[in-house]
């Protein structure tokens, strides 16, 4: 890896799901997750983003999921869409009900 590189969204993307990972293990609080997002966004080259993980252990059991980790956060954020449109609908729907 050429540590020069400009990252690129999918980069940082990895990065950021690598952290999360990293916090669900527990290795970093919620507020060092927070801060290593925010340095994520900002990061210009592929050796800004590996200074972020630099400290952490190789994850190699979530390594295999690559891009699977972006495509699983999206459908759970459309998950999520759909829930709070339902929820808008229903309330709506009471709402001129009991009018």
Do not use: C, I, K, Y
Not at 61 to 86: K, N, Q
Request: aromatic residues 4%.
């Amino acid at each position: 890896m050429d540590v020069e590189l400009r990252a690129s969204d999918d980069d940082r993307n990895r990065v950021v799901a690598e952290l999360h990972r990293h916090t669900t293990a527990g290795r970093l609080t919620l507020d060092e997750f927070s801060d290593r997002v925010g340095a994520v966004w900002t990061a210009r080259t592929l050796g800004d983003l590996a200074a972020l993980t630099r400290d952490l252990p190789a994850l190699a059991a979530d390594a295999s999921t690559g891009g699977d980790a972006t495509a699983h956060g999206r459908r759970e954020l459309l998950v999520l869409f759909a829930v709070a449109a339902l929820t808008l609908l229903l309330l709506g729907g009471f709402l001129a009900v009991t009018r």
